[in-house]
């Protein structure tokens, strides 16, 4: 089953932060974090283990909530080039090596 | 550093025509992938190739097919095409096995009438 991102959007000024949840009905494994502007292919962000530590990319980082199964990206003091759309994309026990992504939250950062 | 190569890019199709989307990647993994892209639906998996030889189905595979032609190819048939495919169509690859990213070519935008 798909999992559930949200928001589904979010307006932000250059300078300040927001948070992107990404939860599943499924026990998860592994969560992948991808950006994707306007137009161009997804870019991989960093990957969120199980029992793993928070990563983090430039300002953005991400954690892993095991007991609620869901993972969260942390746009942090954001920037213009952080606009775009995020996705995650959850990989499961019962499926290793693929992928099952969300609806995506859509990130306009504005000066 | 080409990564993943799809094409054709864009491609318009009359309904009942056939296509082959075609992907190449130049990073030796082991592992490819083709998925729709539909707004307000994320990405979705049509088939995978965990490795040379191997096909699996994903969540959406009727009305397609694939062949993994060798370890750099693996393309995706639209045997009979319907407006229902209409779509975006990104293929990428991995490394084999559990947490590995994966990299996505830029994609094929098809319409089909």
């Known amino acids: 089953q798909q999992p559930v991102q949200s928001p589904q959007a979010v307006i932000l000024r250059e300078g300040e932060d927001a948070v992107i949840n990404c939860s599943s009905s499924k026990a998860l494994y592994s969560v992948h974090w991808y950006r994707q502007k306007h137009g161009e292919a997804p870019v991989f962000l960093m990957i969120?283990?199980?029992?793993?530590e928070q990563k983090g990319h430039d300002k953005i980082s991400a954690s892993f909530n095991e007991k609620k199964q869901q993972s969260s990206l942390y746009l942090t003091a954001s920037q213009l080039s952080y606009s775009g759309t995020y996705f995650c994309?959850?990989?499961?026990?019962?499926?290793?090596?693929?992928?099952?992504f969300g609806a995506g939250t859509q990130v306009v950062v504005t000066p | 550093n080409a990564g993943v190569t799809q094409t054709p890019k864009f491609q318009v199709l009359k309904t009942g025509q056939s296509m082959t989307l075609q992907c190449a990647q130049d990073m030796n993994h082991n592992s490819m992938y083709w998925y729709r892209q539909d707004p307000g639906m994320g990405l979705r998996l049509i088939y995978y190739s965990a490795s040379e030889g191997t096909t699996d189905k994903g969540e959406v595979p009727n009305g397609y097919n694939v062949s993994r032609l060798n370890k750099r190819e693996f393309s995706l048939r639209l045997e009979s095409a319907a407006p229902s495919q209409t779509s975006v169509y990104f293929c990428?690859?991995?490394?084999?096995?559990?947490?590995?990213?994966?990299?996505f070519g830029d994609g094929t935008r098809l319409s089909i009438l």
């Open positions: 990428a690859s991995s490394r084999q096995g559990v947490n590995q990213p994966q990299h």
């Open positions: 994309g959850t990989e499961h026990a019962d499926s290793w090596g693929k992928l099952q």
């Open positions: 969120l283990l199980k029992g793993g």
